[in-house]
C-alpha cells in the first residue's frame, strides 16, 4: 500500500510553504515552479516503495523532499552522489569534500539528518546492490547525455507500477534529460500519465496497457512540442544566435506551467483519505 499522503489543497499548500521555507537557503538551480511539482509529487504517493534523489550538491532538493514527507506516512528517503569533482560535461555543479561538508551541515541545522539515507557512490554503483521498489525517483545528476542515460538506465525499472519517474531541467540546455525524457519516456508504453512543470519532466509508471493506452494523445503531444526543442541541443549544436531565439521559441510553446492540485490528482489517480 502506498503511504499516507496529503488530503487536501490547504495541506499541499501547507507542506509547499514548509518545504520552500526550508530549502530557500541553499544553493540550487531549483526554481519555484520546480518545487512546487517535486513537492506536489512527494505528498502525493500512489505506489508503495522509497523514495530515491540522484544528485544532491548542497541538498536544496534533498531538503525540500525530507520536509515534504514529513507530511506523509514515510518520512524518509536516499540521497545518492559522489560528491568528487568530476569536471564532465552537462555537470556544471562540481563538488568535493566541502560541499559534502556543507550538505550534511544543512540536513542538520534543519533536524533531517535522521530522515536522509546518504549514499556517497555514483548513480549506477548504488544500482547494482539496489533491490527495493521504488514509489518517486529524483533524477538531477550529470545532465550529459551520457550521464542521463546512464542514471536513467540503470533505475527506471526499480520504480513501482504507479510510481514517478521525475527529470531535472528537461527543458534546459544542456540536453540529455531532455533526450531521454523524449525517447525514453514520451515514447515508452511503460510510462502514462506524464508532463512538464517548470524545467521538470515527470511521468508515472503503468500498471496495465490500457492505463498507457489512455495516454497516448497527450504523450504524443509533449513528443511533438519537446522534440523540436531538443533537437535545437543535440549532438552538440549551439545555443547561439538564430538557433537561440528558435531554441527560446520552442521552448515557449512548450506547456510548462503548474498544475492545480485536484488536476494533478485526477491525473495520477490520485485517492483522497476519506474518499472511496
Known amino acids: 500500500m502506498p503511504p499516507r499522503g496529503v488530503a487536501t489543497k490547504d495541506e499541499f499548500l501547507k507542506a509547499l510553504n ?17 518545487s512546487y511539482i517535486l ?10 516503495g522509497e523514495v530515491v534523489e540522484i544528485g544532491s550538491y548542497k541538498g536544496r532538493s534533498t531538503i525540500l523532499l ?28 562540481a563538488t568535493d569534500e566541502s560541499v559534502y561538508a556543507e550538505f550534511k551541515t544543512n540536513l542538520q541545522v534543519r533536524n533531517l539528518t535522521d530522515r536522509v539515507s546518504i549514499h556517497r557512490c ?21 545532465h550529459s547525455y551520457a550521464g542521463a542515460t546512464a542514471d536513467f538506465e540503470a533505475w527506471h525499472g526499480f520504480v513501482s507500477p504507479g510510481g514517478c519517474l521525475v527529470m531535472h531541467d528537461v527543458l534546459h540546455h544542456p540536453p540529455g534529460p531532455s533526450q531521454v525524457f523524449v525517447n525514453r ?8 500519465a506524464c508532463g512538464l512543470c517548470g524545467s521538470v519532466g515527470w511521468a508515472q509508471k503503468v500498471r496495465s496497457f490500457e ?15 519537446v522534440s523540436r526543442f531538443t533537437c535545437c541541443a543535440a549532438l552538440g549544436a549551439r545555443i547561439q544566435g538564430w538557433n537561440k531565439l528558435r531554441y527560446k521559441l520552442l521552448r515557449a510553446r512548450i ?22
Open 18 to 34: 514548509e518545504a520552500t521555507s526550508a530549502a530557500k537557503e541553499v544553493s540550487g538551480h531549483l526554481t519555484d515552479k520546480d
Open 39 to 48: 513537492t506536489m509529487l512527494a505528498v502525493c504517493p500512489t505506489a508503495a
Open 66 to 93: 525530507s520536509t515534504a514527507l514529513g507530511f506523509t506516512g514515510d518520512p524518509r528517503m536516499h540521497a545518492c552522489d559522489p560528491f568528487a569533482a568530476l569536471g564532465r560535461p552537462g555537470q556544471d555543479l
Open 122 to 142: 555514483f548513480s549506477v554503483e548504488l544500482a547494482e546492490q539496489w533491490c527495493r521498489p521504488i514509489r518517486l525517483l529524483w533524477i538531477d545528476g550529470d
Open 185 to 192: 519516456i514520451l515514447l515508452d508504453d511503460k510510462w502514462g
Open 211 to 225: 492505463e498507457a493506452h489512455a495516454f497516448r494523445k497527450l504523450k504524443v503531444s509533449l513528443y511533438r512540442k
Open 255 to 276: 506547456p510548462h506551467r503548474s498544475p492545480s492540485f485536484e488536476a494533478f490528482a485526477d491525473l495520477i489517480g490520485y485517492t483522497l483519505r476519506g474518499e472511496a
